[in-house]
């Protein structure tokens, strides 16, 4: 119950540059209604004016989700968001820019659009439903499920599906893990057909981010690190009877313990225990010293971070 309450009261906290209330700048304060379904936030993005005190009322109106809390980074606003249950978060915009709405763990986002009066949007809340919104925006959008800046999978509809549907149905899966030189050797595989057809999908999806360094999950400091060196990360695929076998290395030696860290403790995990891990940070390798991003080479501009891993 104490927990609770204090989620309520840090629910309309305010942190440096936020006002608390309309007596502050003289505003009585607008109310944009959001709610959380089976495809994040609705609406994803919202269009508010700088210095507007705001009362965000938010609505978790299924199970079918890992959005059971939000938090607003910026702001300094944090809540817990129970089953058909509205909650208020009250702060004031000061600053011009985008503001994120997340869940606790950056997996679903959404969007405020910050201007000033002039350049904002007054006429309640507007989403976007153009490819740098909705449920998984691009690095434009960050909107909805996972977006690119910041979510647990970002990317696309199709992304977030197969994630979800891995996750919710993880007891179906097998999986394996062995050390190689310089890496890992994983297969994953399911005597499900659908589960199988998710898995080879959802592998070929983390391979392309590695390659082109679209990372999720950035709340996540494993993930960090490994998509901080993702141009040190190659992947091979062989499908193999209901699933894939995955050989992923690295081609410099302290990227080397991300690989088989990322193999063990959150892939493997993942599978083991569903979305309940998936909440849940990934420790860094014992030892290892977080990449300070000064010697990426040639690395391809990085965004977010992963679930369930591109080694999956």
Known sequence: MRTKMWFASLAVATAVGFATSSMATGQEPRTIQLSVTEKGFEPARVKVVKGQPLKLVVTRRTDDTCAREIEIHDANVRADLPLNTPVTLAFTPTADGELKYACGMNMVTGVLEVASRDGADQGGTTARTDSTGGMMGGQGGMGGMMGEEGGMMGGGMQDMRAIHGLLSQHQKIERSVKDIPDGVETVTTSRDPEVAKLI???????????????????????????????????????????????????????????????????????????????????PLPPGYTPHDGSDHGEARPSHGCHCMGASS
């Open 200 to 282: 080879r999908e959802h592998v070929w999806q983390m391979k392309a981010r590695i390659e082109e360094g679209r990372p999720i999950r950035q709340m996540d400091p494993l993930f960090r690190e490994v998509f901080k060196n993702h141009q040190h990360i190659h992947m091979q695929i062989a499908d193999v009877p209901g699933g894939v076998r995955v050989s992923e290395t690295a081609d410099k030696p302290d990227v080397v313990p991300l690989v088989r860290q990322h193999a063990r403790r959150a892939v493997s995990e993942f599978v083991a225990e569903g979305m309940r891990r998936a909440m849940q940070p990934t």
